[in-house]
């Protein structure tokens, strides 16, 4: 047998998917319904280029993070394979998988410390940009004090919505690590069905 724990594997694998996805997206829906109005607030306020400086910070911050994020996921779907396959030895007296849930969870440790400091970078740096960007403008006569709080604030609002898949990148972690898991099952359920299909037919 090439996969152990077939059926809980799968129905811990939906489970986590359905729930996952259902928080995401309305973490998703939220943002871009804000999005247009402060965005309008800080064109307005401002200038045209600087919603669109915005827009590029957060995406290249949101391109860091993917980065960061691609071997956690490959990792936690290899964690999640072997607790499972470790709760099964357990019930057969077999314990040696324990090392490997072990050294994975260190690696995984490691990789959650790294993608928790740059989203904490990256959430402080966007906290000052609206004043590093703005301060010019004020130092120019170009906005007075007021406008440079009100546009700082509002754009505040803009880097909050556009910012949600760099402070939600663990949940999306979590949804492709979901993915990940049932697609191998998928390849490895098929491979004993074609596997049993010869030995029929021989």
Do not use: H
Not at 67 to 74: D, G, K, Q, S, T
Not at 75 to 94: D, F, T, V
Not at 141 to 147: E, L
Request: aromatic content about 8%; some cysteine.
């Amino acid at each position: 047998n090439l996969v152990d724990n077939v059926e809980q594997r799968i129905q811990e694998d939906l489970k986590n998917f359905g729930e996952r996805s259902v928080e995401f997206w309305g973490a998703i829906l939220k943002s871009l319904l804000k999005l247009p109005i402060f965005v309008g607030v800080v064109v307005s306020l401002t200038q045209w280029w600087i919603g669109l400086l915005l827009v590029l910070s957060v995406f290249l911050g949101t391109l860091a993070t993917k980065v960061f994020a691609r071997r956690l996921i490959a990792l936690q779907a290899i964690q999640e394979s072997n607790e499972a396959n470790y709760r099964k030895g357990i019930k057969n007296g077999i314990f040696e998988v324990y090392l490997q849930v072990n050294n994975t969870f260190q690696k995984i440790n490691l990789q959650v410390k790294k993608l928790s400091f740059l989203q904490s970078g990256l959430g402080q740096t966007f906290v000052l940009l609206p004043f590093v960007i703005l301060i010019p403008l004020y130092l120019s006569k170009s906005i007075t004090m007021g406008v440079l709080m009100q546009a700082a604030n509002a754009m505040g609002r803009v880097i909050d919505s556009l910012t949600v898949l760099i402070e939600q990148r663990q949940l999306i972690v979590n949804i492709s690590t979901c993915l990940l898991r049932m697609e191998t099952l998928d390849v490895e359920t098929g491979q004993i069905t074609d596997t049993e299909d010869i030995k029929d037919v021989a």
